[in-house]
Nanobody, 119 residues
């Protein structure tokens, strides 16, 4: 059973920064074969895609991020990161890690980590 465990969430003031981590673990799990994404879900809203990093390291971001976030991965550590800068109150949400194999054959979600941006 693949486990994705997020960490790094918390309370931060507007304009501040946070770095989220998502560590994957499972016997025989080949992290490098999975595209990794970060989603978020704010209260009363649908879950939305924030950022994706492919197996080859290409990245893509939601328009709402406006260059403030950076997604990266360390295949040696089976970990994906989301560096979030210039945080705004509208970034408040539960952030989820998501792993997807080629052609979507295998899909895994983390349990989420809360990010709250408030003064």
């Amino acid at each position: 059973q693949v486990q994705l465990v997020e960490s790094g969430g918390g309370l931060v003031q507007p304009g501040g920064s946070l770095r989220l981590s998502c560590a994957a673990s499972a016997p025989g799990f080949t992290f490098s074969r999975f595209a990794m994404s970060w989603y978020r879900q704010a209260p009363g809203k649908a879950r939305e895609l924030v950022a994706t990093i492919t197996r080859t390291g290409s990245t893509d971001y939601a328009d709402s991020i406006e260059g403030r976030f950076t997604v990266s991965r360390d295949n040696a550590k089976n970990t994906v990161y989301l560096q979030m800068n210039s945080l705004k109150s509208e970034d408040t949400a539960i952030y989820y890690c998501y792993a997807e194999s080629s052609f979507g054959v295998w899909q895994y979600w983390g349990q989420g980590t809360q990010v709250t941006v408030s003064s």
